[in-house]
Every structure is written in C-alpha cells, then in structure tokens.
C-alpha cells in the first residue's frame, strides 16, 4: 500500500502552460506540505495543510495554488509555467503540527519547463 | 530563524567501514527535533533517524547512530559497517515550533565496493 502517492511521477510542459500535481495520502495523518528540490538537490518546502486549512506559505508566487479539498488529498496548481520552476515537487505528510513528527514523502514529480 | 548546515558535499566509504556525515545547526529554541533523511537515487524520501533535543542520549536505529552535542549545535550522523545501498544523499533536517521543517543542502554518499 502506498502511504503518500503523487500524480503524475514526470510532467513536461511548455512556458506559459497551467498545469496541476495531485496528492494523496492514505495515513490518516492531518498535516501535508509541498516541498520544491531545485538542481542542486536543496529542499524547501512551500506550503503546509493541517486539516484544510493553510498553515504555512513560503513566500511562493501567486502562480502556484494549493488546494485541500480534505484532509487526505492536497493538490498543486501551477498557473502560467516559467522555465525556473522546473524542480522535483515532492508531496508529504506528518501525523501532527509539531515539528517533532516524522514527515512522510510522496515519490516526487519531476516537472521539466521546455 | 533556523539554519542548518551540512559543510560536506560529497563523501565516500569503502563498503563495510564507517563513514561520519557532519550537521550543525542554529536555533534559539530549546524544544526541537532533529533528523537524518536518505534520499536514493529513487528519489524516495526516508527517515533514518530522529532525535528529541531534551534527551540526552543519543538515537541509534541499527548501523546508524547520531552524536548530538546540544551545547555545540552539532548533530552527525555515523554509517557503521557501510553498504551498496546506504549510497545516496543525506540530508539533516531541524524541526521546532514554526511546524517546519528545515533542511541542510545535503551529503552525497558514495559507497565503494
């Protein structure tokens, strides 16, 4: 079974197009973040969820929209593509807040902007 | 804020000997946790161990184990008896009261046979 699944695992797409990564988790945890991996393998994470509601946003362009529509799913819509936001976009979940939990990583979708 | 820093790019291990991978980090919070996640070349993200800042020993799951100096900041992570498959990056994350987590800019481990 998986704990934290992301769809789709690679995307390619052209500048300028709007495109979404979906996520899963089927933990029953409360809280899920998206994290970004640039070329240099440095991790950042962009937004947290607990419960369906924002707790945290990095200072991420408007561009990018996070949407919760329950506690086990947390998506990710890319509006107007740029060449810098190729990155592995990793999906993750943690059973609390507390920066003490574990986080649980999804697979990683690798987005290439042409 | 919250830092962390790992100064090692890149290391290597011959198979079976033990390899230290170095983490420092900054905080003025006194309750906070502390990990070590592998990253294969899978991209699979895994815990491979955690540490409480309040207790004083340090973890140990198996092959691998932490030195925790909290006076210092420091948090290494050591291999011991390294295998084919511990290869991959390692990165050292700080977790505290802002419900995030930080990450250092990673290890990379190579495992010579």
């Known amino acids: 079974d998986t704990a934290v699944s992301q769809t789709p695992k690679y995307l390619v797409t052209q500048m300028g197009n709007d495109k979404s990564i979906k996520c899963e988790q089927n933990?029953?945890?409360?809280?899920m973040y998206w994290y970004k991996q640039d070329s240099k393998k440095f991790l950042k994470i962009m937004f947290s969820?607990?419960?369906?509601?924002?707790?945290i946003n990095e200072t991420v362009p408007n561009r990018f929209s996070p949407k919760s529509p329950d506690k086990a799913h947390l998506n990710l819509h890319i509006n107007s593509l740029e060449l810098g936001d190729s990155a592995v976009y990793f999906c993750?979940?943690?059973?609390?807040?507390?920066?003490?939990?574990?986080?649980?990583f999804g697979p990683g979708t690798r987005l290439t902007v042409t | 804020a919250q830092t962390v820093t790992q100064s090692q790019p890149e290391m290597s291990v011959q198979e079976a000997e033990t390899v230290t991978l170095s983490c420092t980090y900054d905080t003025s919070e006194s309750d906070y946790y502390l990990f070590w996640y592998k990253q294969p070349p899978s991209r699979q993200m895994i815990l491979v161990i955690r540490?409480?800042?309040?207790?004083?020993q340090n973890a140990t799951e198996n092959r691998f184990s932490v030195n925790f100096q909290k006076a210092a900041k420091s948090f290494s992570l050591k291999i011991s008896d390294s295998q084919l498959g511990d290869a991959a990056m390692y990165f050292c994350a700080y977790g505290g009261g802002t419900y995030k987590y930080i990450f250092g800019t990673g290890t990379r481990l190579k495992v010579l046979a």
């Open positions: 993750a979940s943690s059973e609390g807040l507390a920066g003490g939990s574990e986080q649980y």
């Open positions: 540490q409480e800042a309040y207790k004083q």
């Open positions: 933990l029953g945890h409360d809280t």
């Open positions: 969820y607990n419960n369906k509601e924002l707790i």
